[in-house]
């Protein structure tokens, strides 16, 4: 089957139906840019949604350790994955896809144009023959027809006998010069009718069959392109669908993992103060306003009087202090975590402990790695001055006695906590020895007994947000560090939740950077804050802390 024999005639459709196959590619082409923009915008809308639920950066609370809250995070990560890989499939289709097209649509009009040009020519050229064969043609009738007359007026003359033989010798030689202008033209017109006839039969049966069939071949080509591109446009699709179905086994996975005995745990781990419940009200005996004498009377009603309202501010306070969804109070945090409940207090101590504990470690083996060093060079003076590394030494020996000092400072904190347990009577004691307490502010141990007649006896109330629990329940040990930047570029830090940084200065990294553009580092002072990534050289290192 070939356009060029079975269409030979069909110029003009042919010129239609390859205009509409390039229509029909250009349309798809359209169809294909709209399903990307769809993807994008999708992908755009579940990072934007991610984003608005993720926590945020800026935010003192600590991280979320409730399993559902965990579970809900790791969802909203997998989500994030899952939005890329539309991203994915939005670009491999604007690669694989749509840029082809693209390209192949405009290759193709340049084909098409060149191929109806040389059929447009091809039947011009053969229009000249037949308008050149037909003049021919046309000139030899009208010379026949001229010698046709020249023969009548010869036979007529020649028949006349009034005719003069001058006359007759006239009209014979006009017949041969039109009979020989006939012959002529005859001869002509035969040799321009053979010439059309071959050049028609060139025509249809060699050029046009030829233009045709690259007309065919590109429309064939088209129609196999388009075949490509819809595999295309299915396998970008399909490429991504093991990378969607970890995400959504991600998704499933972080839902198993929900354990609401363990959230119930957290929550009494989190909130549980370690006191006792109150005891029983004493009975109040108003019958002896009947009986008493009245001196006795205004003693014994004062001192009740004092005493009630102290019990029912008491319980007033516990209840305002332990209830687990209440508005965490305000109040000024020690170093000691007296201001703590002591169940809280003892873990808080724990944990400075396990930390400081672990810097001790780590200027243990510091100091060691000194003093191999120092040997080394002391053994091969070539290699280094020990005298050198001399300060460095003594700044480690300094830091490792201050690190003990604190450790037993806290471990007597620790144990004094311990001890109260079973009683809590020299709580008080305790913390005048361990801290000072300024004047004008009630102790915060005196805010927790469980004594009323020990609550009357603290000074008065002049910033009542003092006896309250305080904001350390959101308290963060400081986060390790993982590694040291050190700026490329100044960075001023306006905004909040940022730190500003000078050219060259040096930080520590206690927060990779996750995707955002941003990493969390620390000052020597312990100032914290949000940096720039593409502002900052950063090194990790494994097993470093923060000063």
């Known amino acids: 089957m070939s356009w060029g024999t079975e269409l030979?005639?069909?110029?003009?459709?042919?010129?239609?139906?390859?205009?509409?196959?390039?229509?029909?590619?250009?349309?798809?082409?359209?169809?294909?840019?709209e399903r990307i923009e769809i993807e994008q915008n999708y992908a755009k809308q579940l990072r934007n949604l991610v984003k608005k639920y993720c926590p945020k950066r800026s935010s003192k609370d600590e991280e979320p350790r409730f399993t559902s809250c965990v579970a809900f995070f790791n969802i909203l990560n997998e989500l994030n994955d899952y939005a890329g890989q539309r991203e994915v499939v939005a670009e491999e289709m604007a690669h694989r896809v749509y840029g082809e097209l693209m390209r192949y649509a405009h290759d193709l009009k340049t084909e098409r144009k060149m191929h109806l040009q040389e059929g447009r020519k091809a039947q011009q050229y053969l229009d000249m023959c037949w308008k050149q064969m037909d003049n021919s043609k046309r000139k030899f009738e009208r010379e026949c027809r001229e010698a046709e007359k020249a023969q009548q007026s010869y036979e007529r003359l020649d028949n006349d006998t009034n005719a003069t033989k001058a006359d007759v010798e006239k009209a014979k030689q006009q017949l041969n010069l039109r009979t020989h202008m006939a012959d002529e033209n005859k001869n002509e017109y035969a040799a321009q009718l053979q010439n059309f006839n071959g050049?028609?039969?060139?025509?249809?049966?060699?050029?046009?069959?030829?233009?045709?069939?690259?007309?065919?071949?590109?429309?064939?080509?088209?129609?196999?392109?388009?075949?490509?591109?819809?595999r295309g446009f299915a396998d970008?699709?399909?490429?991504?669908?093991?990378?969607?179905?970890?995400?959504?086994?991600?998704?499933?996975?972080?839902?198993?993992?929900?354990?609401?005995?363990?959230?119930?745990?957290?929550?009494?781990?989190?909130?549980?103060s370690g006191f006792e419940p109150p005891g029983d009200f004493p009975f109040e005996d108003y019958s002896q306003h009947i009986y008493r004498t009245i001196s006795d009377g205004t003693i014994s009603a004062s001192k009740q009087e004092s005493g009630k309202v102290d019990v029912k501010t008491t319980v007033g306070k516990a209840k305002g202090k332990l209830w687990l969804f209440g508005k965490k109070p305000k109040g000024t945090a020690l170093e000691d975590f007296s201001h703590l409940p002591p169940e809280q207090r003892r873990k808080k101590l724990q944990q400075r402990i396990?930390?400081?504990?672990?810097?001790?470690?780590?200027?243990?083996?510091q100091k060691e790695a000194l003093n191999?060093?120092?040997?080394?060079?002391?053994?091969?003076?070539?290699?280094?001055?020990?005298?050198?590394?001399?300060?460095?030494?003594?700044?480690?020996?300094?830091?490792?006695?201050?690190?003990?000092?604190?450790?037993?400072?806290?471990?007597?904190?620790?144990?004094?906590?311990?001890?109260?347990?079973?009683?809590?009577?020299?709580?008080?004691?305790?913390?005048?020895?361990?801290?000072?307490v300024t004047q004008g502010r009630?102790?915060?141990?005196?805010?927790?007994?469980?004594?009323?007649?020990?609550?009357?006896?603290?000074?008065?109330?002049?910033?009542?947000?003092?006896?309250?629990?305080?904001?350390?329940?959101?308290?963060?040990?400081?986060?390790?560090?993982?590694?040291?930047?050190?700026?490329?570029?100044?960075?001023?830090?306006?905004?909040?939740?940022?730190?500003?940084?000078?050219?060259?200065?040096?930080?520590?990294?206690?927060?990779?950077?996750k995707g955002d553009g941003w990493t969390r580092a620390r000052r020597q002072n312990g100032e914290e804050g949000y940096v720039p990534t593409s502002y900052i050289d950063v090194t990790l290192e494994k097993n470093s802390k923060g000063s």
């Open 372 to 436: 191999k060093m120092k040997d080394v060079y002391e053994k091969n003076p070539q290699m280094g001055d020990p005298g050198s590394l001399q300060p460095k030494l003594a700044e480690t020996m300094n830091n490792i006695d201050r690190l003990r000092m604190e450790i037993h400072k806290n471990e007597a904190w620790l144990s004094e906590v311990e001890g109260k347990t079973g009683g809590r009577g020299d709580r008080r004691h305790s913390s005048d020895i361990n801290h000072l």
């Open 354 to 365: 396990d930390e400081l504990n672990r810097e001790l470690q780590k200027e243990s083996d």
């Open 442 to 513: 009630e102790s915060p141990e005196g805010s927790y007994t469980d004594d009323a007649n020990q609550e009357v006896r603290g000074p008065p109330q002049q910033h009542g947000h003092h006896n309250e629990f305080d904001d350390e329940f959101e308290d963060d040990d400081p986060l390790p560090a993982i590694g040291h930047c050190k700026a490329i570029y100044p960075f001023d830090g306006h905004n909040e939740g940022t730190l500003a940084m000078k050219e060259g200065e040096v930080l520590y990294i206690i927060e990779e950077d």
């Open 8 to 33: 030979w005639d069909q110029f003009d459709s042919l010129d239609k139906h390859t205009q509409w196959g390039i229509d029909f590619l250009e349309r798809y082409a359209k169809f294909v840019k």
């Open 199 to 230: 050049e028609q039969h060139k025509h249809f049966y060699v050029v046009i069959p030829q233009i045709y069939k690259q007309l065919q071949e590109m429309d064939e080509r088209r129609t196999v392109k388009l075949s490509e591109c819809y």
């Open 236 to 272: 970008s699709e399909r490429k991504v669908i093991p990378i969607i179905s970890k995400c959504l086994e991600g998704m499933i996975l972080a839902a198993k993992s929900v354990d609401e005995r363990r959230d119930s745990q957290m929550v009494v781990d989190s909130f549980k």
